[in-house]
Structures are given as C-alpha cells and as structure tokens.
C-alpha cells in the first residue's frame, strides 16, 4: 500500500476515534444535565439549585412528590418498589405533608378567567372539600385512609367557614391545604361547567349563587363543601 494511502487512513481513524470521544463526552454532559433537572423538578419542586430536605414532605423513606403531567396533579412515587399512587403511602406524617405540598405544589391562588367570555350557561367556581369515611371515596392526597365521621367532617368545615367570614383567610388560601379534592392546589379552583357537570346538590347550591358569594356548608356523596362564586 503506498504511504501517502496508509498515513491518510491512519489520520482517518484518528479524527474518527476524535468524533466519537467527543461525542461521547457530550452524551455523558446531556445525561448529567437530565439527571439534574429532574432531581430538581422532582425533588426541589422545579426550584434548581435549592437543596430540599425530603424528611420535610412527611413521606417515608423512599417515597416522593412527583408531578403527572397528564393530569396536572402531584402523585407519590417510591423509586425503590417503582410503586406510584394518588394517595399518600401509609406512614405520612399528615401535618408535614399538607405544609409541603401548600408550599411547593399549589398553583397560584388569584382566580383569572384570563379576561375571555364566560361559556354560554356555565359558571365558574371553587370550593373546599372536608371528606369523611362513608364519602364515596374516603381518601385523597392529604390522607390515605379518612376516618372521621361526617359530623367531625362538618365541624371542621364550620371552623373553616369561620375563619373565611371573618376575613382572617379566603377560601382559595386555606383550599391549598385544607381541602381534600385535586383542586386544591389550584386554591380550589374548578373552572367553569355547566349543568349536569356536577353532583346534584353542588350543582344547585352554586348556580343559586351571585359572583363573590360563599355558600354554607353543602353535602354531597363526595364529602362536605364550602362553595364560592
């Protein structure tokens, strides 16, 4: 073979054996950097570069707050047993979590109707959710398995409504972490719907009020509501 032809292929491999170091140093950047932001997205609720301490979410060990992009909601995922749930695993501490989870999973609280024309014949509402044990579903993102009976449900729902009525809070504020329905990360915001979206008894005791208004307690299969317009 002559020279120049040897000396070309060897240059050949060189800059080949060049490319795919470069590559791959490249390769190994971009997985780092992966890795990174979904510790952060996970981890420090999409905060990066601030270090949460995991012990304060209330889980316990191997469980997390992960995000379902699909439904717009936290979930709770254990890396280990690759289980993931709705529910909090049992063990929650209640307390930690509900201060977690008002901190780094709730939307902002101020309602905008994004300044467009309110659908025809819907209206748009929040609420707050305080469910019991014989709730068609007792359980949700705060609690795991729900014991208190209705009238302990209803008890708290009056402290609520009175702190509400008195001004020390709003109904969307305390929703956050006090309400044991998915919007309570959206300060209980439901959006808007129509009728026959809704149960029955809520559906009559939010069209009967005006904008700004608070309903009194209202019961439905799902549990007891405070209602607002």
């Known amino acids: 073979m002559p020279n120049g032809v ?14 795919l170091a470069f590559v791959g140093a490249k390769l190994s950047f971009l997985m780092d ?9 996970y981890i420090n609720a999409g905060t990066p570069g601030e270090a949460k301490d995991l012990s304060s979410t209330g889980l316990p060990p191997s469980w997390e707050v992960r995000h379902s992009n699909s439904k717009n909601l936290p979930y709770y995922f ?7 749930r709705w529910e909090p695993p049992t063990g929650t501490d209640t307390e930690a979590l509900k201060s977690y989870m008002a901190e780094n999973h709730s939307a ?11 659908p025809e014949g819907k209206i748009r509402a929040s609420h707050l959710l305080v469910k019991h044990k014989d709730s068609r579903r007792p359980s949700s993102w705060r609690e795991a398995n729900i014991t208190r009976s209705k009238e302990e449900a209803i008890t708290m729902l009056e402290g609520h409504e ?3 009525r008195s001004g020390e809070t709003t109904l969307g504020d305390l929703a956050v972490s006090e309400s044991d329905c998915g919007s309570a990360r959206k300060g209980g915001d439901l959006g808007f719907f129509g009728r026959g979206d809704m149960q029955k008894e809520f559906e009559e005791a939010a069209f009967a009020l005006k904008p700004g208004e608070m309903s009194g307690i209202v019961e439905t299969a799902s549990g007891v509501h405070l209602i607002e317009r």
């Open 6 to 19: 040897g000396l070309l292929s060897g240059d050949l491999v060189r800059r080949a054996q060049d490319l």
């Open 33 to 41: 950097a992966c890795s990174t932001y979904e510790t952060n997205f």
């Open 78 to 84: 254990n890396p280990s047993t690759k289980e993931s």
């Open 108 to 118: 902002p609280s101020a309602r905008s109707d994004g300044g467009g024309a309110q």
């Open 162 to 164: 009175a702190r509400i």
